[in-house]
């Protein structure tokens, strides 16, 4: 069998009669070339077939119009980011790298394998302190701060809209709340900090309770807090629910982000505590899977899509040299109220 002969860049060229260095800025999305010529061409090479050589067009540019990205792929709001920075690229003219942090035990792994295809603009969403190997560090950080100098640093800026979930709970009688804590890092702190002052300033009782990121870390934390409220009320005279809920005081549960909420909701509905006739619960995120029929959960939406957005559009135009100093920009969320919020338990006894 005779193998096809692989088309070329020189056989788009002679076909399009265009030299094959117009061929070659048109098929990198440069300006310098017109989008009519930029189009005659794509469409020429996909009808013959060309496939880009993305090794050698590496080798080739001193600066490769590559964006690289390091996330964590089994985080929803990540994925999210992910999938809107990819939708916005082919129109900048820039390729879309990404790395999951996750499969590395070390997530600064994934940084340097993105460095070593030569790609020097990085985006880093969430990541880890001290995110930085051998004098390299991201280009851009999505987080709710950074520790790293010299970055461009995005964020969500959630205050507004937990003052409204803070509220939103409040006006449903709930007084005393428990806040499944995420991981160590910057984002769990700075949530952290932005849930107990929304709680404080409409009279509500917060406690914190060691959780994460994950449905099991959620899973996990709600059965621990469900044994530990139990555990004490056997000790207390009386009958329990007759004088309490069946969290005692607690009336509703705000999780970290989605995930750790779908892990709490399953484990509230293993031990038999109806969500929300029982306890209210809310997360972060506005997930996808969070925000459909089987959860329904009331949450704060971190605008994906704007962060990305706004990331991306940072991270090309500091490659392109028009950023000669590090930038700050933040976005607004929003409260989603669904199902999983609804009157304090004590208001719902007949």
């Not at 987080?143 to 640093?153: F, I, R, S, Y």
């Not at 555990?231 to 309490?244: D, K, T, V």
């Not at 484990?267 to 306890?279: E, H, M, T």
């Given at each position: 069998?005779?193998?096809?002969?692989?088309?070329?860049?020189?056989?788009?060229?002679?076909?399009?009669?265009?030299?094959?260095?117009?061929?070659?800025?048109?098929?990198?999305?440069?300006?310098?070339?017109?989008?009519?010529?930029?189009?005659?061409?794509?469409?020429?090479?996909?009808?013959?077939?060309?496939?880009?050589?993305?090794?050698?067009?590496?080798?080739?540019?001193?600066?490769?119009?590559?964006?690289?990205?390091?996330?964590?792929?089994?985080?929803?709001?990540?994925?999210?980011?992910?999938?809107?920075?990819?939708?916005?690229?082919?129109?900048?003219?820039?390729?879309?790298?990404?790395?999951?942090?996750?499969?590395?035990?070390?997530?600064?792994?994934?940084?340097?394998?993105?460095?070593?295809?030569?790609?020097?603009?990085?985006?880093?969403?969430?990541?880890?302190?001290?995110?930085?190997?051998?004098?390299?560090?991201?280009?851009?950080?999505?987080?709710?701060?950074?520790?790293?100098?010299?970055?461009?640093?995005?964020?969500?800026?959630?205050?507004?809209?937990?003052?409204?979930?803070?509220?939103?709970?409040?006006?449903?009688?709930?007084?005393?709340?428990v806040y499944m804590d995420g991981p160590?890092?910057?984002?769990?702190?700075?949530?952290?900090?932005?849930?107990?002052?929304?709680?404080?300033?409409?009279?509500?009782?917060?406690?914190?309770?060691?959780?994460?990121?994950?449905?099991?870390?959620?899973?996990?934390?709600?059965?621990?807090?469900?044994?530990?409220?139990?555990?004490?009320?056997?000790?207390?005279?009386?009958?329990?629910?007759?004088?309490?809920?069946v969290l005692g005081d607690i009336t509703?549960?705000?999780?970290?982000?989605?995930?750790?909420?779908?892990?709490?909701?399953?484990?509230?509905?293993?031990?038999?505590?109806?969500?929300?006739?029982?306890?209210?619960?809310?997360?972060?995120?506005?997930?996808?899977?969070?925000?459909?029929?089987?959860?329904?959960?009331?949450?704060?939406?971190?605008?994906?899509?704007?962060?990305?957005?706004?990331?991306?559009?940072?991270?090309?135009?500091?490659?392109?040299?028009?950023?000669?100093?590090?930038?700050?920009?933040?976005?607004?969320?929003?409260?989603?109220?669904?199902?999983?919020?609804?009157?304090?338990?004590?208001?719902?006894?007949?």
């Open positions: 069998m005779v193998e096809k002969r692989r088309i070329t860049m020189k056989d788009v060229a002679e076909s399009v009669g265009f030299s094959i260095s117009t061929v070659s800025l048109a098929l990198r999305g440069d300006s310098r070339i017109s989008d009519s010529v930029r189009e005659k061409v794509r469409q020429e090479a996909k009808r013959l077939g060309y496939r880009v050589n993305l090794s050698g067009a590496l080798l080739s540019q001193s600066r490769p119009k590559i964006i690289g990205v390091v996330a964590n792929f089994d985080q929803e709001l990540h994925s999210a980011n992910i999938k809107a920075m990819a939708a916005l690229a082919p129109d900048t003219g820039f390729r879309l790298i990404a790395e999951n942090a996750s499969l590395y035990g070390n997530p600064l792994v994934a940084l340097e394998r993105l460095t070593q295809f030569g790609i020097e603009t990085i985006i880093a969403v969430d990541p880890p302190a001290n995110f930085s190997i051998r004098g390299i560090s991201p280009t851009v950080v999505i987080a709710q701060g950074t520790d790293l100098p010299g970055v461009n640093l995005v964020t969500s800026d959630s205050r507004q809209a937990t003052e409204e979930l803070a509220a939103h709970l409040k006006n449903l009688g709930h007084g005393c709340v160590n890092g910057i984002s769990s702190d700075s949530r952290r900090s932005i849930v107990e002052s929304a709680m404080k300033k409409v009279g509500t009782r917060v406690t914190t309770w060691p959780a994460g990121n994950t449905l099991e870390s959620g899973f996990e934390a709600t059965q621990n807090l469900l044994a530990r409220i139990w555990l004490e009320s056997a000790n207390w005279s009386g009958e329990f629910h007759s004088r309490h809920g509703a549960i705000i999780c970290y982000n989605d995930q750790c909420a779908q892990g709490a909701y399953i484990a509230l509905l293993k031990a038999g505590i109806s969500v929300p006739r029982d306890v209210s619960l809310a997360g972060f995120d506005n997930s996808q899977i969070g925000s459909g029929k089987a959860f329904g959960l009331t949450s704060v939406d971190k605008n994906p899509c704007e962060v990305a957005k706004t990331a991306f559009e940072i991270a090309c135009r500091w490659q392109q040299g028009k950023l000669q100093e590090p930038v700050r920009e933040s976005r607004p969320s929003r409260l989603v109220i669904r199902s999983s919020t609804d009157s304090a338990n004590y208001l719902n006894r007949n």
